[in-house]
T-cell receptor, first 117, second 111 residues
Framework: GAVVSQHPSWVICKSGTSVKIECRSLDFQATTMFWYRQFPKQSLMLMATSNEGSKATYEQGVEKDKFLINHASLTLSTLTVTSAHPEDSSFYIC?????????????FGPGTRLTVL | TQLLEQSPQFLSIQEGENLTVYCNSSSVFSSLQWYRQEPGEGPVLLVTVVTGGEVKKLKRLTFQFGDARKDSSLHITAAQPGDTGLYLCAGLYNAGNMLTFGGGTRLMVKP
């Protein structure tokens, strides 16, 4: 149980295009979903936290107009990288949690590798 | 901003050797987690420690939470090539569920 999927797993796009990444909780309802970015040989950096039906909370330094997050249902959150540039190339990972407290485990997706040419 | 420092950043050892990875912060954790991540995949949770002084074992892996809940360690006994990967500690502060990740320790175990 507690499986989180991401789609696509790998995407290559041209500079200036927008890319949408989906994060789904397959067998549980996710009250909260998190989006992380991981550059090569580095750790995970939290980009934003989203709760179902409300606006996402972005971490300092993350442009909310560039990284659009939609958490429209309890099983789906999407991250859209608008007008992508080569510096946006990274490994994007989502996680989903059943609650909002420290006792609620985060379940991580397999990640989406974005390459912007 | 809470910072989690992991050391060492890189570790290359021979099969059969023991190793310890450290995770330190100046802030108190409400709980701390250790993850292992393989290239091109998401992190996989290994353990969660909650109580100061707590020790948990997972086969050849031993996790310890400091008494003051500001630090943790991961000890691997008789490392095997299958242990190769990126080990990440992540802390939860106060009552929220936002994880702060350490910088990671990249482990390579040579046969």
């Amino acid at each position: 149980g507690a499986v989180v999927s991401q789609h696509p797993s790998w995407v290559i796009c041209k500079s200036g295009t927008s890319v949408k990444i989906e994060c789904r909780s397959l067998d549980f309802q996710a009250t909260t979903m998190f989006w992380y970015r991981q550059f090569p040989k580095q750790s995970l950096m939290l980009m934003a936290t989203s709760n179902e039906g409300s606006k996402a909370t972005y971490e300092q330094g993350v442009e909310k107009d560039k990284f659009l997050i939609n958490h429209a249902s309890l099983t789906l959150s999407t991250l859209t990288v608008t007008s992508a540039h080569p510096e946006d190339s990274s490994f994007y990972i989502c996680s989903a949690s059943t609650g909002t407290t420290s006792t609620d485990t985060q379940y991580f997706g397999p990640g989406t590798r974005l390459t912007v040419l | 901003t809470q910072l989690l420092e992991q050391s060492p950043q890189f570790l290359s050892i021979q099969e059969g050797e023991n190793l310890t990875v450290y995770c330190n912060s100046s802030s108190v954790f409400s709980s701390l987690q250790w993850y292992r991540q393989e290239p091109g995949e998401g992190p996989v949770l290994l353990v969660t420690v909650v109580t100061g002084g707590e020790v948990k074992k997972l086969k050849r892996l031993t996790f310890q939470f400091g008494d003051a809940r500001k630090d943790s360690s991961l000890h691997i006994t008789a490392a095997q090539p299958g242990d190769t990967g990126l080990y990440l500690c992540a802390g939860l502060y106060n009552a929220g569920n936002m994880l702060t990740f350490g910088g990671g320790t990249r482990l390579m175990v040579k046969p």
